[in-house]
């Protein structure tokens, strides 16, 4: 690497967000929101070839393993879901893998999937949606990341985004006039041998 590498990647900081750079070794340099990011440009393409995945239907009620490095192996990262009916006012725990649906607003099969042209969120109690990719610019996640996030989608509604706080959408949240909860809990096999 040369002062003019060095010059390049400093540059980014006057850039916009998501430009790049190649540098010598296969190195990347890429302007972020706060920082920049210097990465190897063989280890960004198998990771996307890891963390993109083909849509999988969640079994409701069952257990749906989610692709990964450990998946060959039985281990790994899977979506329990049990259905069951809703007491008022019972207490909803609080949880980043445990999340609780309104399952009679649900309106399409459950999929487990990547970011698809016209997905959205709900991200309030009034019902106002909020496209996909600018709910992502919103958290500034990178633009290389946003295609490997997972979620859980009803339609191109989208109801869970692992991660990033593990957000849920506001319309399937559990209320007054919940008759029937989908639960989902989000166990990794290799920290816990829960066979349910």
Same mark, same amino acid.
């Given at each position: 690497? %040369?002062?003019?590498?060095?010059?390049?990647?400093?540059?980014?900081?006057? #850039?916009?967000?998501?430009?790049?750079?190649?540098?010598?070794?296969?190195?990347?340099?890429?302007?972020?929101?706060?920082?920049?990011?210097?990465?190897?440009?063989?280890?960004?393409?198998?990771?996307?070839?890891?963390?993109?995945?083909?849509?999988?239907?969640?079994?409701?009620?069952?257990?749906?393993?989610?692709?990964? @490095?450990?998946?060959?192996?039985?281990?790994?990262?899977?979506?329990?879901?049990?259905?069951?009916? *809703?007491?008022?006012?019972? @207490?909803?725990? #609080?949880?980043?893998?445990?999340?609780?649906?309104? *399952?009679?607003?649900? @309106?399409?099969?459950?999929?487990?999937?990547?970011?698809? @042209?016209?997905? *959205?969120?709900?991200?309030?109690?009034?019902?106002?949606?909020?496209?996909?990719?600018? *709910?992502?610019?919103?958290?500034?996640?990178?633009?290389?990341?946003?295609? %490997?996030?997972?979620?859980?989608?009803?339609?191109?509604?989208?109801?869970?985004?692992?991660?990033?706080?593990?957000?849920?959408?506001? #319309?399937?949240?559990?209320? #007054?006039?919940?008759?029937?909860?989908?639960?989902?809990?989000?166990?990794?096999?290799?920290?816990?041998?829960?066979?349910?």
């Amino acid at each position: 690497l %040369e002062t003019v590498h060095v010059e390049s990647v400093l540059s980014l900081c006057e #850039k916009q967000v998501g430009k790049t750079i190649c540098l010598p070794y296969g190195i990347i340099a890429e302007s972020r929101y706060t920082d920049i990011s210097l990465y190897c440009s063989m280890d960004n393409t198998k990771s996307r070839s890891v963390r993109k995945i083909e849509p999988i239907t969640v079994a409701i009620p069952g257990r749906t393993q989610i692709p990964g @490095e450990a998946q060959k192996a039985g281990l790994g990262k899977w979506l329990v879901t049990e259905v069951f009916p *809703y007491e008022k006012n019972k @207490e909803i725990p #609080k949880s980043d893998c445990i999340k609780w649906f309104d *399952y009679d607003k649900i @309106e399409n099969a459950v999929q487990i999937r990547n970011r698809k @042209e016209g997905d *959205y969120i709900c991200i309030n109690a009034a019902g106002g949606n909020k496209k996909l990719k600018d *709910y992502f610019i919103d958290l500034k996640i990178p633009k290389r990341l946003r295609d %490997e996030k997972l979620l859980v989608a009803d339609g191109s509604h989208i109801m869970w985004i692992f991660g990033d706080g593990d957000r849920i959408s506001e #319309k399937y949240k559990v209320d #007054k006039t919940t008759k029937r909860v989908l639960l989902m809990k989000l166990i990794d096999l290799e920290d816990n041998n829960d066979d349910r």
